[in-house]
């Protein structure tokens, strides 16, 4: 009898559970989605796969491979969408049903248009094909699905500051405001991220290398493309010529510069300019995350963590969401999400 039944919807919970583990083992920047695959018959798990980035084969392909034979007849558990497109790789949906797949269940819809419509794909081939959206499902790909959705990178603005919100002396210095557990936790910060952004402002007082280092302090393999922001010239001894993979955007909008960075099908980007490129960033509305960095000091002078915003009166104030607090070393750390753009009083009156 059990084998005739449906299959209860905590099983299905549970494998796309899996299927997300699987999914989080792909890499975190990279043009695609970071996606898992579990392939169930008789509710015993026989192929799971997991995708390795742009050009290696789908989640699908993969379990599917692992299954061998035991495919046929089985339940596929997919955590996004199986695709139905032809684009560095063959349509998910042509395996799944050259594989005789019984059953789909996926996880999260698909938001790159040029790819969904598999689950329709299927239903037409006959297959089962179930849509079960779960949160974990949503949160491994979250940067990757607002990039998709918009047609630009996610944002994350980084900023490290005193007490008082200062993010330099008087006399410019900046470089040590937190300690070096927190300087330690930006490069995990910048390892996610395919692009980093800074001011020609910061450049030219700070001269950052924006290299990411590992926590053993090794330089990492895939350094993320260092973005440099303004008309202001870079100079020639700045650290940031000391390798090729950066560039300079000749421009004030925050979204020319997100279009030459989208254009490099980077996903995340880590902005890490002074307050000037911060304001605008904010004003614009092209930020979607803020990680804080709070020192226990207070300098009572120098420039604060933001520029100008426009807003005279408390009730304008730029609202954002704690969504996480943590003490790193002798600093504190809070990331903060910005509601849509499109609510703030602020973004609809610039
Ligand atoms: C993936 N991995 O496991 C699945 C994806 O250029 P392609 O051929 O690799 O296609 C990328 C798109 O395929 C991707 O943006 C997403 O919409 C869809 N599904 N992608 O990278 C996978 N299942
Ligand atoms: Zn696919």
Not at 276 to 300: C, D, F, H, K, N
């Amino acid at each position: 009898m059990v084998g005739q039944q449906p299959p209860a919807a905590a099983d299905d919970r549970a494998m796309l559970a899996r299927a997300v583990e699987c999914a989080g083992h792909g890499p975190i920047v990279d043009p695609n989605p970071r996606v898992g695959a579990v392939i169930a018959l008789e509710g015993r798990v026989v192929g799971e796969g997991f995708h390795r980035g742009a050009g290696h084969p789908h989640a699908e392909v993969a379990a599917l491979k692992a299954a061998g034979e035991m495919a046929a007849g089985s339940t596929a558990y997919v955590s996004l969408e199986p695709c139905s497109h032809q684009g560095r790789t063959g349509p998910c949906t042509t395996a799944l049903l050259d594989a005789g797949v019984a059953r789909v269940v996926y996880a999260a819809s698909d938001p790159n248009t040029e790819a969904a419509g598999g689950a329709e794909v299927l239903r037409a081939a006959g297959v089962r094909c179930d849509h079960v959206p779960t949160p974990e499902a949503d949160a491994v790909n979250r940067r990757w699905a607002y990039a998709m959705t918009h047609g630009r990178p996610f944002v994350t603005w980084k900023v490290a500051a005193t007490l008082d919100g200062r993010v330099a002396a008087r006399d410019g210095s900046s470089r040590w405001i937190t300690g070096p557990a927190a300087r330690g936790d930006v490069h995990t910060l910048r390892a996610e991220a395919g692009a980093i952004v800074v001011g020609t402002g910061t450049m030219r007082t700070d001269d950052p290398s924006l290299t990411v280092r590992t926590p053993s302090g090794d330089s990492l393999p895939k350094q993320p493309l260092r973005v440099v922001v303004g008309r202001e010239p870079v100079p020639d001894s700045a650290a940031i010529r000391a390798n090729d993979h950066w560039l300079q955007v000749f421009s004030h909008d925050p979204f020319e510069a997100l279009a030459a960075i989208h254009r490099r099908e980077i996903r995340h980007v880590l902005l890490e300019g002074g307050p000037t490129v911060a304001a605008a960033w904010l004003r614009a509305g092209a930020i979607s995350e803020v990680v804080a960095y709070l020192a226990p000091t207070v300098l009572g002078s120098g420039p604060a963590l933001v520029g100008d915003l426009g807003i005279s009166t408390l009730s304008d104030a730029f609202g954002l969401e704690l969504v996480d607090l943590t003490r790193v070393g002798s600093d504190v750390r809070l990331v903060l999400r910005l509601a849509s753009p499109s609510n703030t009083a602020l973004a609809q009156g610039v």
